[in-house]
């Protein structure tokens, strides 16, 4: 590995960091680097899974419980918002008690949330447990990185993590079909009962595999003032994202959210440059590979996700697919990150991040304007070809700037370098989702009306007008019922026109996002501190 100098987060710039000696030799199961992935893999399957299989229940959640849709999207906005809040504490109290105990109690909390949702019989039970489901997955994920980071010695950690995207992106990707299956064919409360077994399997094994490392050096205390400070800033970040697309982006309560949350940026980035043991060492972002990654870890997000968002929305409503086979169509994409993700590991090993993440970004950057130019009459193949471009693309990124923001943490930090990279990940994915929704509706609300006149149809009152536009960002053709065939016919059209005329331009600013993180990628470089990691460490 070249050799390089990086920060140490509790001195100077300059400083290189003393390497921490690394755990003795595993002998058998326990401490085994490759077993001790597959457990975590196990865990963390569970996380990334639910955070796209609970969509497709959505619909059946509301219907067997008498909610509203505003009640049905607080599933989805519970889990993401605790996710994101509490990551980066999590990851600091993995490196203040251990992140064996930490994944494991992260793991138990999980599958027993999961079962209580399954066993609720309202809504506002299934939305508190959700929000659990949040809290233990958030402890979860960075340990899960801190264990990998500790037990794998630096040549193999890059195939490790690869491995770990690879289950994370598939979980992500797969979670609608698996979602889809279940709610047909069982019922919507096994889409959450599913986790229990998968909880148990992951539960013995970590008691069975699972060895703690501790850093010699690891923080004593904790920076509570931070911590409260950090998640209150958190919260009124997602809360505005979240909530920007039903007040709007010129409403007060949006703007008032986001002034708290720089003010709570600002007044936790103060106090963590006085207290003895801050829950982030600020000098951790001299390093600035590290901000590099995290930075790339955003972009990616807001490309992604932001852009994919859209794309369920176009296979189900504008092509009349079901969820499975929409799921389905997504395969090219998820089988691409599956073969992707290892093999960016073992190029990122070979040649460095720097290369492979600005490959991937700007492949990811091609892939999306290909998705710009989809319409109604696009095939399958031509599809497949530009999701099969996205998933080859994100694997490498997935990768590298895992790494790239691990591998560049001193080693007492690396569940708050786990917690930062998951925390990047949601927050880019939630202003991703936020910002191309609002571009996504802009546009659908400058076309449709016109559209809608050029297709010679009725008129249509200024709230009959806002109530078709609403239905058109799904891309749903508002035709009422009894409408004749013709009729029905030129609405839909225009409908699906005017919707992918948003979609296109949504992608094109994907595209551009991607573009920008391509030049982020050349700042980012190997970490040395990953040189300290596994060291000694057996049966590779």
Known sequence: MTSQTTVDATGPADKAPAATPGPAPAKGLR???WFTLITVAVGVMMVALDGTIVAIANPTIKADLGASFGDVQWIT??????LAVTLITAGKIGDRFGHRQTFLIGVTGFAAASAAIGLSDSI?????FRVFQGLFGALLMPAALGLLRATFPAEKLNMAIGIWG???GASTAGGPILGG???QHVSWQSVFFINIPVGVLALVLGVLIL???????????????????????MFCLVWALIKAPVWGWGDGLTWAFLVVSIVGFVLFALWEKRVKEPLIPLALFRSVPLS????????MAIAFLGGLFFVTFYLQNVHGMSPVDAGLHLLPLTGMMIVGSPLAGTLITKVGPRIPLAGGMALTAVSMFGMSTLDTGTSSLVMSIWFAGLGLGLAPVMVGATEVIVGNAPMELSGVAGGLQQAAMQIGGSLGTAVLGAVMASKVDND?????ADAKLPPLTPAQLDQASEAVQGGVAPVPKGTPAAIAEKITGVAHDTFISGMSLACLVAAGVAAVAVFVALFTKRGVNADAAGAGAGHI
């Not at 906005?77 to 605790?82: E, I, T």
Request: no cysteine; net charge neutral.
């Open 77 to 82: 906005n519970g889990y993401f918002l605790a």
């Open 124 to 128: 506002a039970l299934v939305v508190t």
């Open 31 to 33: 401490g085994h680097p």
């Open 181 to 183: 299956l279940l709610v």
């Open 448 to 452: 449709f009306a016109g559209n809608w």
């Open 292 to 299: 590099a990654g995290v930075v790339l870890m955003v972009l």
């Open 166 to 168: 690879m289950v994370i």
């Open 211 to 233: 060895t703690d490392h501790r850093a010699a050096n690891a923080p004593r205390s904790f920076d509570l003032l931070g911590i409260a400070l950090l998640s209150a800033a």
